[in-house]
């Protein structure tokens, strides 16, 4: 495995801000993936959002319909393009990452829970 085009932005990845990921957040066709560790998604996350760290991710969504809408979160935004990669190479085709992480999430106030 090429570990330098695993963290490259793959060109079939969507970029959506945090103000259209909050417009997703309670669409049921879209799946909310945060891909941080175990001790960040503790520290606060999306609401809905699916727990599926880095070096899981492929496995967690492998039973999910390939055409489901997914966006993937992590800290900054190189995760989740790591993942997108990973899920990409699976055959899903709609793979979308909040640009800039939970970090622009958290810079444009928007909303996180601990539960």
């Known amino acids: 495995m090429n570990i330098l085009r695993l963290f490259q932005h793959p060109k079939e990845l969507i970029d959506l801000n945090p103000a259209e990921v909050f ?53 900054t935004g190189h995760r989740s393009q790591a993942a997108a990669r990973e899920l990409l190479d699976m055959g899903f085709h709609q793979v979308h990452h909040l640009l800039g992480g939970m970090d622009r999430w958290r810079k444009n106030r928007m909303p996180v829970t601990r539960e």
């Open 23 to 75: 417009d997703k957040v309670s669409v049921p066709q879209w799946v909310i993936v945060d891909v941080r560790t175990r001790a960040e998604f503790a520290s606060g996350h999306i609401k809905g959002a699916i727990h599926a760290p880095l070096g899981t991710t492929g496995q967690q969504m492998a039973d999910r319909d390939h055409n489901s809408q997914i966006v993937l979160i992590c800290k």
